[in-house]
């Protein structure tokens, strides 16, 4: 089994940073694929980021210029840092991992942006 532990979630304002950090444990082995999503009450999960195991990096558009992905493999973790942040950046935001055809998620952290 594999564990994933968010956070760096909380309440900024807008224009202000955050980074989120995602921690993997359990049954890590060769992680294939790390990405951040984020969600709002009545609307579909949405994809903000992803990084492969080659390190190559696709973002929302949404996020383009602002938001950064980055993974340590020799931790286990992904990173987000979210710069410029605007109150429709608010979400619960979730960590996600696949591994060997797996998914694993965890359980999410949240970002509230203040006008």
């Known amino acids: 089994q594999v564990q994933l532990v968010e956070s760096g979630g909380g309440l900024v304002q807008a224009g202000g940073s955050l980074r989120l950090s995602c921690a993997a444990s359990?049954?890590?082995?060769?992680?294939?694929?790390m990405a951040w999503y984020r969600q709002v009450p009545g609307k579909q999960r949405e994809l903000v980021a992803t990084?492969?195991?080659?390190?190559?990096?696709n973002y929302a558009d949404s996020v383009k210029g602002r938001f950064t992905i980055s993974r340590d493999d020799a931790k286990n973790t992904v990173s987000l840092q979210m710069n410029s942040l605007k109150p429709e950046d608010t979400a619960v935001y979730y960590c996600?991992?696949?591994?060997?055809?797996?998914?694993?998620w965890g359980q999410g952290t949240q970002v509230t942006v203040s006008s």
């Open positions: 996600k991992l696949i591994q060997y055809g797996s998914t694993y």
């Open positions: 359990g049954s890590i082995f060769t992680i294939n694929g």
């Open positions: 990084i492969t195991s080659g390190g190559t990096t």
